[in-house]
C-alpha cells in the first residue's frame, strides 16, 4: 500500500505564493510520474502540472511560467512552486502518482486535497 500525504494549501492574496509538497510512503520501487490535479467547484478536475522519472513535466496553459514542479528522488516527494497566484486558482489540489510497487506492478494513487484560496 502506497500513501500520498500532500500539505503546503492555505489562504493567499493574488500575487502571492505557496509551495505544495507531496510525500510517497509504502511499499515504493519507483515512481513513474508525480504531479498535481485541480478542481473548483462546479468545474471538471484538471492537471496543473506532472513530472515523469525522467524529470520531463507538463504545465497548464493557465499556470506556465508562475508554476514550477520538481522532485527529489530520495525522499520520493514532489514539489509545486506556485508565484503569482491568481483567483482563478483557487481550487483543491489533489497530489497523484503513478507507482510501481514491485516490479511489473504499477498502480495510480490520489492524496487527500489540500485547498489553495486566493483572495482578492
Known amino acids: 500500500q502506497v500513501q500520498l500525504a500532500e500539505s503546503g494549501g492555505g489562504l493567499v492574496q493574488a500575487g502571492g505564493s505557496l509551495r505544495l509538497s507531496c510525500a510517497a510512503s509504502?511499499?515504493?520501487?519507483?515512481?513513474?510520474?508525480m504531479g498535481w490535479y485541480r478542481q473548483a467547484p462546479g468545474d471538471q478536475r484538471e492537471l496543473v502540472a506532472m513530472v515523469t522519472s525522467g524529470d520531463s513535466t507538463n504545465y497548464a496553459d493557465s499556470v506556465k511560467g508562475r508554476f514550477t514542479i520538481s522532485r527529489d528522488n530520495a525522499e520520493n516527494t514532489a514539489y509545486l512552486q506556485m508565484n503569482g497566484l491568481k483567483p482563478d486558482d483557487t481550487a483543491v489540489y489533489y497530489c497523484?502518482?503513478?507507482?510501481?510497487?514491485?516490479?511489473?506492478?504499477?498502480?495510480?494513487?490520489w492524496g487527500q486535497g489540500t485547498l489553495v484560496t486566493v483572495s482578492s
Open positions: 509504502g511499499s515504493i520501487f519507483s515512481i513513474d510520474k
Open positions: 497523484y502518482a503513478v507507482v510501481t510497487t514491485t516490479p511489473g506492478r504499477k498502480f495510480q494513487y
